[in-house]
């Protein structure tokens, strides 16, 4: 299952591997179940999952950096007490 395709992050970055899904999805249900679109769905599905572990890195970057802050304060808390 993957994240909503229409929203502006998907569209910036995986805008042309989401047309060619979009596109082969146009072209009819038997064209879908004979298998025609898988090539198109991996694409995409690459592409989603390199934004995810992008912003898994970035999130884990900044907690980190809040945790260092978190614990100087309480540092600097248990100098001064």
């Given at each position: 299952m993957h994240p909503h395709?229409?929203?502006?992050?998907n569209q910036k970055n995986c805008a042309?591997?989401?047309?060619?899904?979009?596109?082969?999805?146009?072209?009819?249900?038997l064209w879908k179940v004979g298998g025609?679109?898988?090539d198109a769905k991996?694409?995409?599905n690459m592409c989603l999952?390199?934004?995810?572990?992008?912003?898994t890195r970035l999130?884990?970057?900044?907690?980190?950096k809040k945790r260092e802050q978190i614990e100087k304060v309480w540092a600097e808390i248990d100098e001064n007490s």
């Open positions: 395709l229409h929203t502006l992050e042309d591997v989401i047309q060619a899904l979009e596109e082969c999805h146009a072209r009819g249900f025609n679109c898988t991996y694409k995409v999952r390199a934004q995810r572990l992008e912003r999130n884990r970057e900044e907690a980190r």
